[in-house]
């Protein structure tokens, strides 16, 4: 089933991935049955997975989130469990670091950001979190990204902070 849904993607998007045939991206999925688990999970949490080309010298297909908006189960959620610890009044139900590491996914970086908003416009109502490096994450802070007036904006905000706009979005190499 998650085949056809990601054939139907691939087939409907084609300038997410021109240089890519079907045959192929098949091929690699059907070699890694754990990659399709992955994406049966993000799929699940509304993720709509597509590929995004490759990573270059390794030759490994990016799959990341591809829906218009976050996706819509990975909302108001805070950064990272550091974060949803020290959180003593209203906590979120989780953080986006570890829902990524249940799904099997990793945070996309700011430069994958981009890389996904090249191909289209996502996040116009929402936001994502976005891997934070260790010198803004030690000082309490955590980095989110949205699409506003035609630009991409990346953000700083408490990584304890969550609002029911905001999820995050993630990739997986197969």
């Not at 084609?14 to 799929?43: C, F, G, I, T």
């Not at 950064?79 to 570890?98: F, I, W």
Request: charged content about 30%.
């Amino acid at each position: 089933m998650i085949l056809e849904i990601l054939e139907k993607r691939f087939t409907d998007n084609r300038s997410r991935h021109p240089e890519l045939d079907w045959q192929y991206v098949e091929n690699r999925l059907k070699n890694d049955p754990q990659a399709l688990v992955v994406l049966r999970k993000m799929e699940e949490s509304g993720g709509e997975p597509d590929t995004i080309g490759s990573d270059g010298p390794s030759g490994r297909l990016i799959f990341c989130d591809c829906s218009k908006e976050s996706p819509s189960g990975r909302r108001s959620l805070c950064y990272d469990r550091e974060a949803l610890e020290k959180r003593a009044k209203n906590p979120p139900s989780g953080s986006a670091e570890q829902e990524a590491l249940e799904i099997g996914i990793s945070l996309l970086t700011e430069e994958m950001y981009f890389r996904l908003q090249s191909l289209g416009e996502f996040d116009l109502k929402t936001s994502s979190w976005i891997w934070t490096p260790h010198s803004v994450r030690t000082q309490g802070g955590a980095l989110f990204c949205e699409r506003r007036y035609g630009r991409v904006f990346t953000f700083h905000n408490g990584a304890d902070s969550y609002y029911s706009v905001r999820g995050f979005r993630g990739y997986v190499l197969v």
